[in-house]
């Protein structure tokens, strides 16, 4: 698989995108480096992380296959203990390239500031996928993180709410996105053609 399509996996799973990195308030210089660096590692460890990238797209396919077989009753007991061997080697799978994604976050976060790698690990943490990035900046417990979406829904109907999600960091990560979007994403887009 090539590097720029391996970079952008490990981007992904690492839930970095150009407006997390604005949002911690890293530089389009800061953004160029850390997408360089991914590239750099995936192309120096190209092999590794291409090889745990295809181990598990391979058990990952057997598991979900097996799986359909035994949710549809046409498994047969082979099959069955196949799938319990199959999940064994996914979980093998997943950990090999968890240990790889690590080693390409810890190059992430020699490039951002200690300030911005506190912020990158709560934005990373908080709310579910759909909350908007500047919610995230805040780490809150789960009744929290539900009266924020409950907020956030009632919001959505143009009714302003002043109540959880309102706190002071989310009008910090918004000025952040607003500022520096558009340079992040220029330098992301530029690292990862390079």
Do not use: H
């Not at 995936?42 to 090889?51: I, K, P, R, W």
């Not at 199959?86 to 093998?92: G, H």
């Not at 009714?159 to 990560?173: L, M």
Request: hydrophobic letters at 45%.
């Amino acid at each position: 698989m090539p590097c720029s399509a391996l970079t952008r996996i490990a981007m992904s799973e690492l839930g970095l995108s150009p407006t997390v990195l604005a949002s911690v308030g890293a530089s389009a210089s800061q953004t160029g480096a850390i997408v360089g660096s991914v590239r750099s590692a995936c192309e120096t460890q190209n092999s590794g992380l291409d090889a745990a990238q295809d181990a598990y797209q391979d058990a990952l396919g057997i598991v979900r296959t097996l799986e359909g077989k035994v949710r549809d009753g046409s498994a047969t007991p082979d099959e069955r203990q196949e799938l319990d061997n199959a999940r064994t080697d996914l979980e093998v799978a997943q950990g090999y390239r968890q240990a790889i994604f690590m080693q390409i976050r810890a190059l992430i976060d020699v490039a951002l500031d200690p300030e911005q790698v506190q912020l990158l690990n709560v934005v990373l943490a908080g709310g579910s996928a759909e909350t908007p990035i500047q919610y995230k900046a805040v780490v809150r417990s789960d009744a929290e993180w539900s009266q924020v979406a409950a907020e956030l829904i009632v919001e959505s109907t143009g009714t302003n709410v002043n109540g959880v999600a309102d706190a002071p960091e989310v009008a910090v990560v918004e000025a952040l996105v607003a500022a520096s979007l558009a340079e992040v994403t220029a330098a992301w887009n530029t690292a990862l053609v390079n």
